[in-house]
């Protein structure tokens, strides 16, 4: 286990629940039975309060963790985008180095992660439920 992985997984500031939401969404891995709930408050197309709840693996916390961050302040289509390019590279088709945003989960989008691919994109596809026009 990765100590970085870990310390990340850690920052729960985001890991709660969001009172008066405006969208949520839950989806669970059915490989390993992680679960991951996302609530967010959107106002004019932007996420102004993430919150996320749930019961996963270290590499879905430390997703969800810099989802969460990332994901606060950014408009819907921009985190759309930023979910199919996540997608993208555990598919082979992008190199992180060249997309800017998707460098904070350097830690997490690397070759010895990829058997853990469904546990760090779980968050992904969870928030992708919201975020799609």
């Given at each position: 286990m990765d100590l970085e992985i870990l310390n990340i997984a850690s920052d729960t500031n985001n890991f709660r629940k969001i009172k008066k939401h405006t969208h949520n969404s839950k989806l669970k891995?059915?490989?390993c039975g992680d679960e991951v709930k996302i609530e967010l408050i959107i106002k004019k197309e932007k996420i102004v309060d993430f919150g996320y709840q749930g019961n996963s693996c270290i590499y879905c916390q430390a997703s969800a963790s810099l989802l969460s961050k990332l994901s606060i302040n950014n408009k819907k289509?921009?985190?759309?985008?930023?979910?199919?390019?996540?997608?993208?590279?555990?598919?082979?088709?992008?190199?992180?180095e060249k997309k800017e945003k998707l460098l904070l989960f350097k830690k997490l989008f690397h070759k010895n992660n990829?058997?853990?691919?469904e546990c760090i994109l779980l968050p992904f596809k969870t928030l992708k439920k919201i975020v799609t026009d």
């Amino acid at each position: 286990m990765d100590l970085e992985i870990l310390n990340i997984a850690s920052d729960t500031n985001n890991f709660r629940k969001i009172k008066k939401h405006t969208h949520n969404s839950k989806l669970k891995n059915s490989l390993c039975g992680d679960e991951v709930k996302i609530e967010l408050i959107i106002k004019k197309e932007k996420i102004v309060d993430f919150g996320y709840q749930g019961n996963s693996c270290i590499y879905c916390q430390a997703s969800a963790s810099l989802l969460s961050k990332l994901s606060i302040n950014n408009k819907k289509s921009r985190l759309n985008k930023i979910c199919d390019d996540a997608k993208s590279f555990f598919d082979g088709n992008i190199n992180i180095e060249k997309k800017e945003k998707l460098l904070l989960f350097k830690k997490l989008f690397h070759k010895n992660n990829l058997a853990r691919k469904e546990c760090i994109l779980l968050p992904f596809k969870t928030l992708k439920k919201i975020v799609t026009d």
